[in-house]
């Protein structure tokens, strides 16, 4: 069974740019996470998608982020303007639906603002 | 909301030794609780979890216990291995939604 893919693996921008990053869970799994982790610390949640609906996104910085899930598989995180401390790695998860415990994280897409 | 606490930040073992990582938590209503292993430059991979029902689960060199009216839990390894050498990752959940609050991280470095 395929894990969850993320792409890009890395990018490098400048402040005030924008950038976007794309994730596919696992085939199936109807329950979505982004977390950002920053260097040094674990990782922190900032939206989840339940299918295509959104159940909690009260720690996304919506004046610069966004994310959606059109078609409750596939998701978009993106971030405009990019700020200096929102280098991290934005890491994306799923899980098989609602009360499922086990979360499969990807790899994560590495984050460098200049 | 739920504040997980983490320690140490960091330990070294030498090989064959025990290791042991301690997270506490903060909300009474947590009922779930994984361990995550994250090498470098890969995501969190999980390595074990145990639910408020049980008191500890072990599986091959690897266990967990959890006491509920002190609100912490432990990761144990006994006979380490250099391959163990990762950052681990406790965390905690409640609810439907399953959100996962994690703690701060270990770095465990076994010594060959």
């Known amino acids: 069974e395929a894990g969850v893919a993320q792409s890009p693996r890395y990018k490098i921008i400048e402040k005030r740019q924008s950038v976007a990053f794309w994730c596919n869970p696992i085939s199936g799994h109807a329950t979505l996470y982004w977390y950002q982790q920053i260097l040094g610390q674990g990782p922190k949640l900032l939206i989840q998608f339940q299918n295509n609906g959104v159940v909690d996104d009260s720690q996304l910085p919506k004046d610069r982020f966004s994310a959606e899930r059109l078609k409750g598989v596939d998701s978009t995180l993106k971030i405009q303007p990019a700020k200096l401390e929102d280098s991290a790695v934005y890491l994306c998860?799923?899980?098989?639906?609602?009360?499922?415990?086990?979360?499969?994280f990807g790899p994560g897409t590495r984050l460098l603002v200049l | 909301g739920e504040n997980v606490e983490q320690h140490p930040s960091t330990l070294s073992v030498q090989e064959g030794d025990s290791a042991v990582i301690k997270c506490t938590y903060s909300d009474s209503a947590s009922n779930y609780f994984p361990w995550y292993k994250q090498e470098l430059g890969k995501g969190p991979q999980l390595i074990i979890d145990i639910r408020s029902n049980v008191g500890e689960k072990k599986d091959q060199r690897i266990a967990v216990t959890l006491n509920k009216t002190a609100k912490h839990f432990s990761l144990h390894i006994t006979e380490t291995q250099p391959e163990d050498s990762a950052v681990y990752f406790c965390?905690?959940?409640?609810?439907?939604?399953?959100?996962?609050?994690f703690g701060s991280g270990t770095q465990l470095t076994v010594l060959p």
């Open positions: 965390a905690a959940s409640k609810g439907s939604a399953r959100q996962l609050t």
């Open positions: 998860a799923s899980s098989t639906g609602t009360g499922a415990e086990t979360q499969y």
